[in-house]
Nanobody
Framework: QVQLVESGGGLVQPGGSLRLSCVAS????????AGWFRQAPGKEREGVSF????????YYTDSVKGRFTISKNNAANTMWLQMNSLKPEDTAVYYC?????????????????WGQGIQVTVSS
């Protein structure tokens, strides 16, 4: 059965760091593009960062470039989002997602499998 299990969220002060983890089961990250969306209160879901299955080509939305890093380990079937220099506007529920495509990017329709979401709150 397909499953994505997220961990690593929480409360952090502005300028701090968090690392989100997503463990996949029932499929392999070496055949599926994967990444992270987020949704803040009152706002639409936004694509944050994505990674391709074979060549590890990455995508970042402009607002997180230079601060966030996506990575994965195919043997462990695990993906991470390292978030540094966090800002209050990063506050959202973060969702990991994966889909059977070679293209990694912020197009929600590509992603068949979704985690349950995890809260990230950046506040002093």
């Amino acid at each position: 059965q397909v499953q994505l299990v997220e961990s690593g969220g929480g409360l952090v002060q502005p300028g701090g760091s968090l690392r989100l983890s997503c463990v996949a089961s029932g499929f392999s990250l070496d055949t599926h593009s994967a990444g992270w969306f987020r949704q803040a209160p009152g706002k639409e879901r936004e694509g944050v960062s994505f990674i391709s299955p074979k060549n590890n080509v990455t995508y970042y939305t402009d607002s997180v470039k230079g601060r966030f890093t996506i990575s994965k380990n195919n043997a462990a079937n695990t993906m991470w989002l390292q978030m540094n220099s966090l800002k209050p506007e990063d506050t959202a529920v973060y969702y990991c997602a994966a889909g059977p495509t070679l293209v990694a990017g912020p197009w929600e329709g590509l992603y068949d499998y979704w985690g349950q979401g995890i809260q990230v709150t950046v506040s002093s």
